[in-house]
């Protein structure tokens, strides 16, 4: 009964934290370390799950080396699903199990078993939280439930964070682009700083911006982020055979761009490494005049919020584009008016 007063009392104060603190960094921090304090274990890690790199980052830790938590280790898709089945992973021998990688790191760190949870958000395993002991032993259901139960805090700091990070770097987008309308007439230097800074704050490969020819048969490149020369340099995009639904005003979603039959190049995709592509078109009042494209070079599911955000940005740029127009044609009559003017003035 004591124990799990101990177990309940932890989860109690990290609970307590959520109310005084932003910090993700010292929310994580604070859950390794009562991991290890409360389990009385060597050490304890969280990972959380870089889905582009297929890796596994250590971002909060007590008790364990440097140059441990640097060891090669297996890609973070595998090491999901050795423990998805069950629910968590106990190993009793970390140094022989088959199911632990790298058997001589963990002798010389001085770890012999290891309790492995997943970090879930949002029904989505986004990492794992991890135990380690300095001598053998078998967890009890009891362990296994705590363990589970500073996973969730430690996802829900994380959802947490990512939703301020979110509504952060949103409003720098939107401030970002409305700025660089406001200061220059050239659409293409304005394009470019978009894609630029869409592929960063989404987290996708790279971002391409094409706008329609004046036959509307072919998608010219304005301006792209991320993608290769040999890749932009693989041929004319058509507008037809070019995820071409985007281009009757529709947000567009291309789960494997190396087999949907609505791609175009897909031979070149794959070798771009390019997997998930979000198309949404590009309007000028209510004509679409372009598209603008995400690719994942993992799979991906883009939300309907991002979805909602590229889209809005894609209106911008035709605003962008709107204006220089204007711009242009102002120009175009204000000569004219000099010219006429002129003319006027000969009368006299």
């Not at 050795?82 to 002798?107: M, V």
């Not at 492995?116 to 939280?129: A, R, S, Y």
């Not at 293409?188 to 020819?213: C, P, Q, T, W, Y």
């Not at 242009?328 to 006027?344: A, P, R």
Request: proline share 2%; net charge negative.
């Amino acid at each position: 009964m004591t124990e799990r007063k101990d177990y309940f009392k932890t989860i109690c104060k990290v609970s307590s934290v959520f109310g005084t603190t932003l910090d993700r960094d010292e929310l994580l921090d604070l859950i390794v370390q009562n991991a290890v304090d409360t389990m009385e274990g060597k050490g304890a890690c969280l990972f959380l799950i870089d889905e582009e790199k297929d890796v596994s980052v250590p971002v909060a830790q007590k008790g364990l080396s440097q140059s441990y938590l640097h060891a090669g280790r297996k890609p973070s898709s595998e090491a999901v699903s050795n423990f998805l089945g069950g629910g968590y992973l106990s190993i009793r021998d970390a140094t022989s199990d088959p199911r632990a990688e790298n058997h001589e790191q963990k002798k010389a760190e001085g770890i012999a078993s290891i309790l492995v949870v997943p970090v879930m958000v949002k029904g989505k395993v986004t990492g794992t939280l991890a135990l380690y002991t300095a001598s053998p032993r078998d967890f009890s259901e009891d362990e296994v439930d705590f363990l589970s139960a500073l996973a969730e805090q430690g996802g829900m700091a994380i959802e947490h964070a990512r939703l301020i990070e979110k509504i952060r770097e949103d409003t720098k987008l939107f401030h970002s682009l409305a700025t660089s309308i406001n200061s220059t007439l050239d659409v293409k230097e304005i394009f470019h700083s978009l894609s630029e800074d869409m592929a960063s704050a989404l987290g996708v490969k790279a971002a391409s911006i094409r706008l329609l020819d004046k036959d509307r048969k072919t998608l010219e490149l304005m301006a792209s982020y991320g993608l290769s020369e040999k890749y932009l340099a693989k041929g004319s995009v058509s507008a037809e055979k070019s995820i071409a639904e985007a281009l009757k005003g529709k947000s567009v979603v291309v789960k494997h761009a190396s087999t949907d039959k609505g791609v175009q190049y897909k031979k070149e995709k794959k070798e771009e490494g390019i997997d998930s592509i979000l198309c949404v078109p590009i309007k000028v009042k209510e004509e679409v005049i372009g598209v603008l494209r995400l690719y994942s070079g993992v799979p991906r599911e883009f939300t309907e919020d991002e979805i909602m955000l590229v889209s809005a940005l894609a209106c911008m740029g035709g605003l962008a584009i709107q204006n220089a127009s204007m711009y242009l044609m102002l120009q175009d009559d204000i000569k004219n008016m000099k010219e006429d003017l002129w003319v006027h003035k000969s009368w006299f």
